[in-house]
């Protein structure tokens, strides 16, 4: 399988293994599959109950034309398919896409699926990160889940994560690779205005993953997050 090189900031490098055209292949099916279920079991519906009109319409038009996009976007980057492949969708590097670029890939379907004869497979088989035209537009991957996190990283140059080591802040897990670096960066670069970006970057962070934070002082928050994010990182290797 091709192997899709991340690299956030001075200390942390990840490889995923990027889908095979087969597994996402697979999940497509699956996927249709499933929506076929749904329209099977909408008719028997629809001939018991009789009903008509708009509302037949809309309950058969709205999971074929948004499934692929509701799905991804509430259940980070996975259809139902690409959950029994354990396979999904995320930025280039390796951040959680945004509602854009979810949007992206899906308008792009229209020219990469079986309407225009599949040429999001062409191109997959011709690009080593196995992108589909709409992937490469909203600059994303599908990678294997399970690979996410393989990190390699030094580790006697943490010599905080220690066995005994006790995360402090479970949410620290959820952040991205790349929010992660941008906290970094912060806490390593002291000039001008030092204590104030802290401060406002402090606050974001407690109140985007509503954490109640244990620190008085910023700069110390926001290290033990960084810790915390690393350690949960370690555990998956």
Request: aromatic share 10%.
């Amino acid at each position: 399988m091709a192997e899709s090189g991340i690299i956030t900031g001075q200390y942390v490098r990840i490889q995923p293994t990027v889908a095979s055209v087969g597994d996402r292949i697979f999940a497509q099916l699956i996927d249709w599959g499933v929506l076929l279920a749904y329209i099977a079991l909408l008719t028997w519906f629809v001939v018991e109950t009789n009903i008509s009109g708009w509302v037949v319409a809309t309950l058969y038009l709205f999971p074929l034309l948004f499934y692929t996009l509701i799905c991804e976007v509430l259940n980070q980057g996975q259809t139902l398919g690409k959950m029994v492949l354990n396979i999904r969708v995320v930025k280039m590097d390796g951040s959680m896409p945004t509602l854009g670029a979810y949007l992206m890939r899906w308008m792009l379907w229209l020219i990469d699926g079986p309407a225009t004869s599949f040429v999001g497979l062409v191109a997959m088989i011709l690009n080593r990160n196995n992108q589909r035209l709409g992937d490469m537009a909203a600059g994303t991957v599908v990678i294997k889940k399970q690979k996410y996190k393989k990190i390699q990283i030094s580790l006697d140059e943490y010599d905080y994560l220690a066995k005994n080591y006790t995360p402090r802040y479970p949410q620290a897990s959820d952040l991205s690779l790349e929010q992660i670096e941008i906290i970094t960066r912060a806490i390593s670069t002291q000039r001008d205005g030092f204590d104030l970006r802290l401060n406002q970057l402090a606050k974001k962070v407690q109140q985007k993953f509503n954490i109640e934070r244990k620190e008085a002082n910023d700069l110390a928050f926001l290290q033990r997050v960084v810790r915390d994010y690393q350690y949960y990182a370690l555990e998956e290797i």
